[in-house]
């Protein structure tokens, strides 16, 4: 039993990790597009290209979080059907 409940308790600190990367991703999304909207030439150019790379990178590093928070959700689930 304790086995299991020490397999939980990590679990659920990945999950609060992984929250806290999603948080953090979306306050630098939010400043990205903040300083875009600053910076970058209206009609486009290399500001904004290069603006726009970062927020596709940083996108996609949250898709893939979010991806595997529902994954270790759905097996904490599991365990606590135990």
Do not use: C, V
Not at 29 to 36: I, R, T, W
């Amino acid at each position: 039993i304790w086995k299991a409940l020490d397999d939980k308790w990590k679990l659920q600190d990945l999950i609060m990790d992984l929250e806290m990367d999603m948080k953090n991703i979306t306050q630098e999304l939010s400043q990205l597009h903040k300083d875009m909207e600053q910076e970058a030439e209206p009609s486009g150019g290399k500001i904004a290209d290069r603006y726009g790379k970062d927020i596709e990178k940083k996108e996609k590093e949250y898709k893939k979080k979010k991806a595997e928070f529902k994954k270790l959700m759905a097996k904490l689930d599991k365990l606590e059907q135990y």
